[in-house]
């Protein structure tokens, strides 16, 4: 059921901005594993309805997915374990809307370097992501990030926290670069049609920029 409904919430700078929804569309987040309720919170603030998904009747009732972040080996094994790895390729494949964050940026890539044995991502955005990239430098910091189409003057920057942060190291000619990190020049940031993925975690922040972003390409597919 799609819900009418208007939104206050607060960009990066602290402004008040009014978030334009027509309709709540419905938002899964995968919820095996990871910081599942901060996305909920962030998704339901810009608009979505939001519901934990965990099993593959529950995915088939969602619009569109969030994988959080978390540990992608735990993640993988435990799609494994609840059978809902393939079901998950089966939508993306259609054309579902996902957003990746982090350990859901490794889920969504086509490659993956630095995994565990056996660990295998589900796929859809033609890019090669390296795992705990950052984190060999530096376990966790926080820098500010244009993304294009996303934040960019007048707005404030999006600040932008890792946490053992994996990067992308090379892309596909159907992928844009959103936003790159600014000491280290790499990727952080990428849309493939449906599918986005950042390497780093705007449900932490309370900055909404991100999430309204997916749920706004999740009304345009509906
Ligand atoms: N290093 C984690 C992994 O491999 C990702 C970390 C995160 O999501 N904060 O999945």
Redesign the pocket.
């Known amino acids: 059921m799609k819900v009418a409904i208007t939104l206050d919430g607060r960009v990066g700078s602290g402004q008040l901005r009014r978030f334009t929804v027509g309709s709540a569309p419905a938002v899964g987040v995968l919820a095996l594993q ?1 910081d599942v309720a901060e996305h909920l919170r962030a998704l339901a603030r810009a608009g979505a309805t939001a519901v934990g998904v965990r099993r593959p009747d529950e995915l088939a009732a969602v619009d569109a997915l969030v994988i ?8 993988w094994k435990l799609t494994m374990a609840f059978d809902i790895a393939e079901p998950l390729r089966k939508r993306l494949a259609a054309g579902m809307p996902a957003f990746g ?4 940026m ?1 889920m969504l890539a086509d490659r993956l370097l630095d995994g565990v044995a056996g660990q295998e991502t589900l796929g859809g955005i033609g890019m090669t992501v390296r ?2 990239a950052f ?1 060999r430098q530096v376990d966790s910091f926080e820098s500010d990030i244009s993304l294009a189409g996303i934040t960019g003057p007048p707005d404030a920057p999006f600040r932008a926290v890792f ?4 990067w992308v190291e090379a892309v596909s000619d159907k992928v844009t670069v959103l936003g790159t990190e600014r000491v280290t020049g790499r990727i952080v940031a990428v849309r493939q049609g449906p599918l986005l993925a950042t390497s780093f ?1 705007p449900e932490l922040t309370g900055d909404l920029r991100i999430h309204g972003y997916f749920v706004d390409m999740v009304r345009e597919r509906a």
Do not use: Y
């Open positions: 990871g959080p972040g978390g540990e992608s080996t735990t993640m964050s982090c350990a859901g490794i795992r705990n984190g946490i053992r942060a994996p975690h």
